[in-house]
């Protein structure tokens, strides 16, 4: 592995990780594709955070060791997973009844864009070829809270955080926070907040690579992770 592989291997778990520890006792939270679906390896064993995927399963657990992957148990992204004491596994149509219900408390998302109010992008590029929405704009408009994981620019640099979308939206309801490897972010009202800096960035660095307007919050702290 490279060393620009390496180091964009280390940027997704350092967000992975700092989205694990937002996740509270009792929650059902969906894991989308991308970077989400490494959450649930950095969750503690007795965390009580239920995990919950579109193909149909309530419980899921982190990734197993290679010698006893069984690939009749993968996520929505096609990734190996294990399953935790007491949970189920049921049609994908029952997993969206889930979600169209209103019965996931977080769902965590990657995103193309995200804009200063919060609008997300996360599902076509214009004029790339579409694979199709997923459930993506479902649990834009239906999950309790949304919490977005992305990396802070794209391969090519440019800002993923941005004043307005340039990509089609996923739906009109806004995420309430953003995690990436430099900075976190909560938005309330329309405005977006600057809460944690990563120890190795800074406000220069995140100023630099945010086309967004933001608000610096009154007590910043470096990232935990």
């Known amino acids: 592995m490279n060393a620009v592989s390496k180091k964009k291997d280390t940027d997704k778990v350092r967000i992975a990780k700092r989205i694990a520890m937002e996740l509270q006792t ?6 989308g594709v991308g970077i989400p679906t490494l959450i649930q390896n950095y969750l503690k064993t007795d965390s009580g955070v239920f995990l919950q995927s579109e193909n149909g399963l309530l419980g899921m657990g ?3 060791p290679k010698e006893v992957i069984d690939m009749d ?3 929505a992204s096609k990734h190996p997973i294990t399953l ?3 949970s189920s596994i049921f049609s ?7 979600i169209r219900g209103g019965h996931i408390d977080v769902a965590v998302l990657g995103a193309l864009q995200v804009s200063e109010i919060g609008e997300i992008a996360n599902w076509a ?3 790339q070829d579409i694979l199709g929405v997923g459930g993506a704009m479902d649990l834009v408009a239906n999950a309790k ?3 977005v994981a992305t990396t802070h620019v794209t391969k090519d640099k440019e800002p993923k955080i941005v004043k307005t979308l340039t990509y089609p939206t996923s739906g009109i309801r806004c995420v309430e926070m953003i995690v990436t490897e430099k900075a976190v972010f909560r938005i309330a009202n329309g405005t977006m907040y600057l809460k944690e800096i990563a120890k190795d960035s800074s406000l220069e660095e995140v ?3 945010t086309t967004a307007d933001f608000k610096i919050a009154e007590e910043v702290r470096t990232m935990p992770v």
């Open 26 to 31: 009792g929650t059902v939270v969906n894991l």
């Open 62 to 64: 982190p990734t197993p």
């Open 73 to 75: 148990l993968i996520s």
């Open 84 to 86: 935790t004491q007491g």
């Open 92 to 98: 994908s149509s029952d997993s969206f009844v889930m």
């Open 125 to 127: 590029v214009p004029g």
């Open 145 to 147: 809270k949304i919490i």
């Open 207 to 209: 100023r630099e690579l």
